[in-house]
């Protein structure tokens, strides 16, 4: 595709449900990083892979959250048992090397827990 | 301690203005400096800035990094109401999974 997708771009769930959300990266792009923004805030970061390695996860909140990326291309940000903390807009970004390079966003998950 | 700091967070100005807006970071392990807009979708890449006193320009943007002083500015001349957004600010890492720390954002609004 012609940028990160995003899916679904908006999820409400009730306290205890668990969620996932997809992310599409642009085609080729070997690295793949997801965030958390809350409202008013910059992006946080939460986990990134290089192909299909989870290489750091350091930002998850807590064991919650779970990511994967099975075959290195599209991703799954699952949380468990979500709470009302855990409403945020979630942004994943991909980029096309291991080092530093422009990191290009999708549209976000909108979640709302209630 | 925030390792990304943006200054103003808030900014209303008028069609036409010239607007500055400044991001100072910390230095540890540093290695990019990155400029975003965010309306109500995707963050948008603006600039990336590596070396210190090089000015990027695109039309109306400008940004330049200082990594003496640990800052950058982005210029906006001939402000728009499209220009209307929050600016964001990341510092990209040149260490572990090189994931960038985001500023709060500056908003910005350019009223007719």
């Known amino acids: 595709g012609a940028g990160v997708s995003q899916s679904p771009r908006y999820k409400v769930a009730k306290r205890g449900q668990d969620v996932a959300l997809r992310c599409d990266p642009i085609?080729?792009?070997?690295?793949l990083f997801w965030y958390q923004q809350a409202l008013g805030q910059g992006p946080e970061f939460l986990t990134y892979f290089q192909n299909e390695a989870q290489l750091d996860k350091s930002g998850l909140p807590s064991d919650r959250f779970f990511a994967e990326r099975p075959e290195g291309s599209v991703s799954t940000l699952k949380i468990q048992r979500t709470q009302q903390e855990d409403s945020a807009v979630y942004l994943c970004?991909?980029?096309?090397?291991?080092?530093?390079?422009?990191?290009?966003f999708g549209p976000g998950t909108r979640l709302l827990v209630l | 301690e925030d390792k990304v700091v943006q200054s103003p967070l808030s900014l209303v100005v008028h069609e036409g203005d010239t607007v500055t807006l400044n991001c100072s970071y910390e230095v540890t392990n540093f290695r990019s400096l990155l400029w975003y807009k965010q309306e109500k979708k995707a963050p948008t890449f603006l600039f990336m800035l590596t070396s210190s006193g090089i000015e990027k320009k695109s039309g109306r943007l400008s940004s330049i990094l200082d990594k003496k002083e640990l800052f950058s500015i982005l210029n906006i001349t001939a402000t728009q109401t499209g220009d209307s957004a929050i600016y964001l600010c990341?510092?990209?890492?040149?260490?572990?999974?090189?994931?960038?720390?985001f500023g709060k954002g500056t908003k910005l609004s350019v009223i007719p």
């Open positions: 990341a510092r990209g890492s040149g260490a572990g999974s090189y994931q960038l720390t």
């Open positions: 970004a991909s980029s096309l090397g291991q080092l530093q390079e422009t990191q290009y």
């Open positions: 085609s080729g792009h070997v690295s």
